[in-house]
């Protein structure tokens, strides 16, 4: 799944609140920080090829994407929605980013970060938020879904601040 939101968008929107709850019992992979570097490597080779700019990591947008991550985890789900109706907007005013632009691709099952992205580069949509030239950081979200499902959640969040 794919959004994309612009500032006038989010400024005509109500802020949500989502409680600490939403992440407590998250099942976090233990090679999360290696799932994460593949999947910025993968990211960014596919903007270098365009002639974009590389993405950087940013602890705030970590933060949007992991908290909807462990979210869609627990309900094993691919939703931009959050579990009590937040929206990426919501998510990213809670975590402090205040942004230009940004958007949000969702996965479940991919077993690698580079197979998100071949997966999410062959989706139109998917594609352009990866390829949003706008964009300069990256928040990269992975959890795990409960036993016996056991499948990884990817959220990738890319914008730029104001």
């Known amino acids: 799944m794919f959004l994309r939101l612009t500032f006038a968008a989010v ?4 802020m949500i609140c989502l409680g600490a709850a ?3 019992g998250c099942s ?3 090679n999360a920080d290696a799932l994460q570097k593949e999947l910025l490597s993968h990211l960014n080779a596919e903007r270098k090829a365009r002639g974009l700019s590389a993405l950087t990591l940013s602890a705030k947008l970590d933060k949007a994407a992991q908290g909807h991550a462990c979210d869609n985890a627990k309900r094993k789900s691919i939703s ?14 809670r975590a402090g980013y205040s942004f ?8 479940r099952g991919f077993g690698s970060g580079a197979r998100a992205v ?3 580069m062959n989706s139109p949509k998917h594609k352009d938020n990866i390829l949003l030239r706008k ?12 036993a016996p499902d056991n499948k990884l959640h990817w959220i990738i969040v890319v914008g730029a601040s104001k």
């Open 100 to 107: 230009r632009t940004a958007a949000e691709n969702t996965g």
């Open 135 to 146: 964009a300069r950081e990256v928040g990269v979200g992975i959890a795990l879904s409960p």
């Open 80 to 93: 931009h929605t959050s579990s009590d109706g937040g929206t990426l907007k919501t998510r990213l005013r």
């Open 11 to 14: 400024a005509a929107s109500a």
């Open 28 to 30: 976090i992979p233990s």
């Open 22 to 24: 939403a992440q407590a």
């Open 118 to 120: 071949e997966w999410w």
